[in-house]
């Protein structure tokens, strides 16, 4: 399997964040792109300028925060830092690639991890969908793998209590 080139062991924690050299390195190039704009057209493309500062300040908060967007354990999964499912209640995962609207041709990659479970005591099945970024620390590949080796350690871990 996959999850075998990740290093997960049971008591391991598999955490997705903002990646903090790419969301740098964005925001550099528009903190230059405005350095530019103002010192070539001080006058007349002001507004522009402040167009490219105000996103590369948050990306730059964003690159230093590191905000954890997923965690996956022996416990569960949790989506920003709330827990969505336990492996008890978890029934499925899976990818979607999406063309964006108004787009002709697959230029973008918009993939979605769309998440099955179980929830509440008349047992429905709910799914949850969440939207994976370019700016992500890890691959969609290694987030499935991370799921499919902790829900089979749970699994296993349940067979050995029974």
């Avoid at 080139?5 to 792109?33: E, G, H, Q, R, W």
């Amino acid at each position: 399997m996959f999850y075998s080139k990740l290093d997960l062991s049971p008591d391991s924690i598999f955490t997705v964040k903002s990646s903090f050299f790419l969301n740098m390195f964005i925001a550099i190039c528009l903190y230059f792109f405005a350095i530019t704009i103002f010192v070539y057209f001080p006058k007349d493309d002001f507004i522009l300028g402040a167009f490219a500062i105000i996103p590369a300040i948050i990306l730059t908060v964003v690159a230093f925060r590191r905000r954890t967007i997923m965690t996956i354990d022996k416990t569960g999964f949790y989506f920003l830092k709330d827990l969505v499912t336990d492996w008890d209640h978890f029934y499925h995962a899976h990818l979607k690639q999406v063309i964006p609207e108004g787009s002709d041709t697959n230029t973008r990659d918009c993939n979605l991890l769309i998440l099955e479970y179980y929830k509440g005591s008349t047992g429905d099945l709910y799914k949850m969908t969440i939207g994976l970024t370019v700016t992500q620390d890890k691959s969609e590949e290694a987030i499935l793998a991370a799921i499919d080796y902790f829900y089979e350690l749970s699994k296993l871990t349940h067979k050995k209590h029974v």
